[in-house]
């Protein structure tokens, strides 16, 4: 089982994005994600499980974060393109998207209105807690994941439907 977690992403107004920007935002989520996965295949048992985070940002239009998104956004395609290639080594590949979740990083950054804000958006109101993505990943680790191959599993408390 492998586990692609990479995630950086600054806010930039289009008009106002640099090419730096764009660099760093496609440089780790993009290029990063590709080559861990690309570097570990030699080590993977056939029937093994790829997963990647992706994030809820590439599904609504927040605004000042087209960068992050589009760097995200790719993920879902290389998990319908890997499960072809892989298909002869029964190796699934997915996507895990969360929303909001609230980790004490992100509590040091925010301000208590930034949160409320944040949360607004979310139908119960309150931000994921670590271990609900947790659960999710252990289903995409797991055999009980057997049958679930180049999908998008969204856990964001129904964000993107609303």
């Known amino acids: 089982m492998l586990w692609a977690n990479a995630g950086v992403g600054k806010q930039a107004r289009l008009g106002e994005i ?3 920007d764009f660099h760093d935002a496609f440089w780790l989520n993009a290029r990063g994600t590709l080559f861990t996965v690309q570097k570990a295949l030699p080590l993977f048992n056939d ?3 790829i997963f990647m985070t992706g994030s809820n940002a590439s599904l609504r239009g927040y605004p000042n974060w087209s960068v992050y998104a589009g760097s995200k956004a790719v993920l879902p395609a290389y998990a319908r393109v890997w499960v072809s290639e ?3 080594r029964k190796i ?8 909001q979740v609230a980790t004490p990083a992100l509590e040091q950054v925010m301000t208590e209105e930034q949160k409320v804000q944040f949360e607004s958006v979310i139908p119960r109101r309150e931000s994921g807690r670590p271990e609900e993505i947790a659960s999710a990943a252990l289903f995409l680790a797991s055999d009980d994941s057997s049958y679930v191959n180049g999908m998008e599993l969204v856990v964001d408390g129904g964000t993107t439907v609303i």
């Open 47 to 49: 029937g093994g499980s």
């Open 18 to 20: 640099t090419e730096a």
């Open 86 to 88: 892989l298909r002869d």
């Open 92 to 99: 699934r590949v997915n996507v895990l998207t969360p929303g």
